[in-house]
């Protein structure tokens, strides 16, 4: 290990480790830390009073009494499209419904041809712009679905675009299959057609291709039911796809028992999710995946994570960012609105779009925390701490963004080697 690949970030006003033990609530704050790093990963966090000595003859950079946390992870994206529905939030706000304007030819079907209509260089800038601007909010990982190809070249092709994209970027991109967003034509003779050539044909090429990490689906009226997901969510899994979901966005359609029984790794929106179905999540350890703007865009009612928490489950925090239901990719506003909305308390909301984002990338082993063993991601934040973080909300308090102890955000003080 070379001199430049190991270094230490000292004078730490507030730390939060935000380890994968404990409450939700336990960010495990430390308070005048360091933390060192050897190659891309941590070897030393704890007080600065306990750095090593060895540690200190390291490149020292000094974070000048911020609040450092780990890189924020959104574990829940729809990246890659090609234009906008800016008519379509004016006419919801007149009185449409999200549904009534995917029946008149909005929704999912119009960014699907106006993707399609996109050539691969207009994807790969359209991501590039996107994630240089997560760099600035201290997001260091971002999971990226597909959903708007909705064929079987067109998904492979958005999933060829995250692959490269991911290669060009230092975040971490995560690729998910939601072949099975809408079916792209409306008619109900092509769902069967469609289906099945996303089982037989699209997920064992993504497979053989190793193209992505997770498969989804929208189970949703107008979408597909929780038939449909035991069959394509069980192909997935037969070829080595963990298993996600989009349920119980605007209405009740089972979702938690559904998810539970698929040994989804997570369940995503779940805003009219029983609480049964929350004990049945909470049961067997499928993530809940928050997501405020979605709720907040389309006027529904934000998901209840202060139940799900209370009944023992696991509530990530994600943007959802797509252009219809959730035009925005500010994770920490969307942490905010996890407060006000779903009741999360600042403290919960950070692990949810940290540790618990991760665990719903299945990704917890390497990054999430800042432990002695991940990859050194953290972020470089001027608050006092994580409650007046989330209270006094302000558009960017990211400083400093860090990868693999590598700065890829923010002035970091010149070190002194
Ligand atoms: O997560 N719920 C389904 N899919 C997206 C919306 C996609 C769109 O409207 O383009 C969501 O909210
Ligand atoms: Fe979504």
């Known amino acids: 290990v070379r001199l430049s690949d190991s270094g230490i970030l000292v004078d730490i006003g507030y730390l939060a480790q935000c380890r994968n033990e404990g409450a939700q609530s336990d960010i495990q704050p430390l308070q005048s830390a360091a933390i060192g790093w050897s190659d891309d990963r941590i070897d030393f966090v704890g007080p600065e009073t306990d750095l090593p000595f060895e540690l200190r003859e390291r490149t020292t950079h000094s974070a000048e009494g911020r609040t450092v946390i780990p890189g924020l992870v959104d574990c829940h994206t729809h990246l890659g499209f090609g234009g906008w529905r800016a008519d379509e939030f004016r006419m919801r706000i007149e009185g449409k419904s999200y549904l009534e304007i995917a029946a008149a030819g909005g929704g999912i079907r119009k960014t699907m041809a106006q993707t399609r209509a996109a050539s691969e260089e207009d994807l790969i800038r359209h991501c590039r712009t996107y994630l240089k601007q997560y760099l600035e909010l201290g997001v260091t990982a971002v999971e990226c679905k597909t959903g708007y190809g909705l064929s079987f070249e067109e998904e492979l092709r958005l999933l060829r675009v995250y692959r490269k994209i991911g290669l060009e970027v230092p975040l971490d991109i995560v690729s998910t299959l ?94 009219y999710t029983s609480e049964e179905g929350m004990n049945a999540m909470a049961q067997s350890g499928v993530v809940g995946v928050c997501l405020p703007f979605a709720s907040l865009y389309l006027n529904q009612p934000p998901m209840k994570a202060r139940s799900f928490i209370e009944a023992g489950a696991s509530v990530a925090v994600a943007t959802d960012f797509n252009p219809g239901s959730a035009p925005s990719f500010d994770l920490p506003l969307a942490m905010m609105l996890a407060c006000t909305m779903s009741r999360m308390t600042p403290a919960e909301a950070l692990k949810g779009a940290t540790i618990i984002a991760a665990r719903a990338l299945n990704r917890d082993s390497q990054y999430g925390s800042i432990e002695v063993g991940k990859l050194a991601n953290f972020a470089e934040l001027s608050v006092d701490d994580v409650d007046h973080w989330m209270y006094h909300f302000r558009p960017n308090v990211c400083e400093a963004t860090w990868i693999g102890g590598r700065p890829v955000h923010g002035l970091s003080t010149p070190p002194n080697s």
């Open 178 to 271: 939601l072949a099975a967003h809408v079916v792209p034509e409306p008619e109900e003779c092509n769902k069967k057609c469609y289906i099945q050539m996303i089982c037989d044909e699209l997920i064992p090429a993504v497979a053989a291709e190793d193209l992505a990490t997770f498969n989804d689906i929208f189970v949703e009226e107008g979408a597909f039911s929780a038939d449909d997901a035991r069959r394509i969510l069980g192909a997935g899994q037969a070829h080595g796809l963990k298993a996600k979901l989009h349920i119980d966005q605007l209405g009740d359609s089972g979702g938690g028992a559904l998810a539970a029984e698929l040994r989804a790794i997570s369940a995503d929106h779940l805003e």
